[in-house]
């Protein structure tokens, strides 16, 4: 397959989100779905890590985080809410979702992974 080369490049990940088991002390349970990435240019990758030196408080460093997470994703697929209906993607539910240290963590871990190419071939 030829290589396509367009302006922005948009693409469905998986995404693993590993959070505490409420039943079995010390064990994790891993949830799944998939996110529309939309990833950064290398130009605006360093524009942002270069911002991010400068910043000082933590609130500036987390508004920063989110702002570039909110650049990258533009929309899920299989998130739930308790009741176990979809939760749409949109600015609310994708910053509550924001709030929870695994959710940030398994989605940088993805983007990560998705430009390393770590899939190739899945």
Do not use: C
Not at 3 to 29: C, E, R, T
Not at 57 to 69: A, I, S, W
Not at 90 to 114: M, P, Q
């Amino acid at each position: 397959m030829n290589f396509v080369l367009v302006d922005h490049y948009q693409f469905w990940w998986p995404v693993s989100v590993f959070v505490p088991d409420p039943d079995n002390a010390g064990k994790m349970i891993e949830q799944t779905f998939d996110v529309l990435f939309q990833p950064e240019t290398q130009e605006a990758a360093i524009s942002a890590d270069e911002m991010a030196d400068d910043l000082v408080t933590v609130r500036d460093r987390v508004d920063h985080d989110r702002g570039r997470l909110a650049g990258i994703v533009k929309g899920w697929r299989g998130v739930v809410g308790k009741d176990g209906q979809p939760v749409p993607f949109g600015a609310e539910s994708f910053g509550a979702a924001l709030n929870v240290s695994w959710f940030r963590v398994a989605i940088w871990t993805a983007y990560r992974e998705a430009l390393s190419g770590a899939r190739a071939g899945h």
